[in-house]
């Protein structure tokens, strides 16, 4: 990973810098290379002033071809240049290098004769028909004697030797170019190391060890950018990550305690029977107190698979018309016995007769019944209990009160919790702690709500509502 960011940055940096290096060299080349032709111009037109009087002289007769001769040598050394004069008809009748003088009483100018005589100077590139090996800047100006035309001036230089002075230019700036993605290769390191590719190299670590099971490793990254968010944001990942391990282990933990008493109870009953310590006349009685565990043991079992089917979303809801008053008078019924037993006194206060709400009949008469067995196993003996329906909105709000001692504030937000089990004296042997939390589970599912309500010195209700059809 180290490898590869670093070296995508670089690559990145790379072109950018080479792009703008090769714009940065092209327009300073085109501006250099205007700027040089210019200077070599009037560098040239000033050599000409020279040499133009002299070649008026000689053509009024006044100076030896030698004399001019000389000139021209003199100041094509000079400058150098290649210098020839023609006269007002294009004949050249002097050079200054000795190796053109075969160009001497021979016409080079024609088309041009025209610009220079309106006086305009002429600008030329090429190799100016083969009279050269390499290519020429030709510069042609006109020579005037009291306003007439009297012949012209050719001024030849090499391209290559004008290119020379760039060139040096480019290396210039190439040199610097490659100076500065070296500069800034380093740089790139030294930042990339610093704000990302450390700070991922700690996060990949901590990843890698919470995989192998160290879910308490965090990351400490304070930095304000997005990687220090991508840490926050792992961090609170690691978090819950570390809830659901807590939470797995104590649910084992209280499976396997709620598993292991039944357990050892219906071995100790089975085996004093196998062995003979149990009296024959009470076999009857330790089978029947086995077989409630065993019962109890199914429950629990139960109530898990549904718990974890709910969880899982397993359980597909069938979602129907049903009428909650009539699954509340059922439910009731169901508990006439145990009612009875405890000689409790059950309201059930309806507004109208039938409230149609849209549920799972199954899992609404399991929510229901939860709530109920509570209310008459929590309220207090010769109790009250008042089931209501009434409708608020688009809401039917179903609650369940059972008069008795309230639920104390630090269980209150326990008491959903999977195993949990408010006051242990009053909990009956047959209770495992999960009818709240499958309550929960389903209402979650169906995406209602439900919460409970101490009233001080008198009872606890249980409020839950459900969408109205
Ligand atoms: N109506 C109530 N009044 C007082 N306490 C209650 C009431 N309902 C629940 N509780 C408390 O909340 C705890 C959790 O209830 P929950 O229904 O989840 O489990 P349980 O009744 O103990 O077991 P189960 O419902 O599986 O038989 C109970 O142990 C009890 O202490
Ligand atoms: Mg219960």
């Known amino acids: 990973m180290r490898k590869g960011l670093f070296s995508k940055l670089v690559f990145t940096f790379t072109v950018i810098i080479a792009i703008s290096f090769v714009m940065t060299a092209a327009f300073l080349s085109y501006w250099f290379e205007s700027y040089y032709f210019d200077q070599r111009k009037s560098q040239l037109e000033t050599e000409a002033q020279l040499i133009g009087p002299t070649a008026i002289q000689y053509l009024q007769g006044n100076v030896s071809i030698d004399r001019i001769n000389e000139i021209l040598t003199y100041v094509g050394n000079y400058s150098s240049a290649d210098i020839w004069l023609t006269d007002s008809y294009g004949y050249v009748y002097a050079v200054s290098d000795s190796g053109h003088k075969n160009l001497i009483g021979t016409q080079i100018l024609t088309k041009e004769l025209e610009e220079l005589r309106i006086g305009h100077t002429v600008e030329k590139k090429g190799v100016f028909g083969n009279m050269f090996k390499i290519p020429v800047h030709t510069f042609e100006i006109p020579i005037y004697s009291r306003g007439i035309f009297n012949g012209a001036i050719m001024m030849h230089t090499s391209i290559d030797e004008l290119r020379g002075a760039l060139k040096k230019v480019y290396e210039i700036i190439w040199i610097s170019a490659v100076f500065a993605i070296i500069v800034s290769c380093i740089v790139i390191y030294y930042i990339s190391q610093r704000i990302i590719i450390r700070p991922l190299a700690k996060i990949n670590y901590v990843a890698d060890k919470i995989s192998k099971g160290e879910v308490e490793k965090r990351v400490s990254i304070k930095s304000k950018d997005e990687i220090g968010t991508l840490a926050k944001s792992f961090n609170s990942m690691a978090d819950s990550l570390e809830e659901v391990e807590k939470n797995r282990r104590e649910f084992i933990s209280n499976v396997s305690h709620e598993i292991r ?160 089990k408010a006051d242990k004296s009053r909990t009956s042997k047959m209770s495992t702690g999960l009818g709240l939390s499958i309550v929960r589970s389903i209402l979650t599912q169906l995406g209602e709500d439900i919460w409970i309500e101490n009233k001080e010195n008198q009872g606890v209700t249980f409020t839950f509502t459900l969408k109205k059809v």
């Open 261 to 420: 008493s039944p357990i050892t109870s219906i071995k100790g009953f089975i085996g004093g029977i196998l062995d003979g310590v149990i009296p024959k006349e009470k076999e009857n009685y330790y089978l029947s107190v086995a077989y409630e565990e065993i019962q109890r043991l199914t429950r629990l079992v139960n109530d898990l698979l549904d718990l974890s089917a709910i969880e899982a979303g397993q359980f597909k809801l069938r979602i129907e018309e049903i009428d909650i008053n009539e699954i509340i008078r059922i439910c009731v019924i169901k508990f006439e016995t145990k009612i009875k037993e405890k000689k409790l006194k059950v309201d059930v206060l309806m507004h109208e007769d039938r409230l149609y709400v849209a549920a799972d009949r199954d899992r609404l008469t399991q929510v229901v019944t939860n709530l109920i067995d509570n209310a008459i196993k929590y309220g207090a003996e010769e109790g009250n209990v008042r089931i209501c329906t009434r409708s608020k909105g688009d809401k039917a709000l179903i609650s369940v009160f059972n008069d008795g001692p309230c639920i104390p504030k630090e269980d209150l937000k326990h008491i959903w919790n999977r195993f949990y």
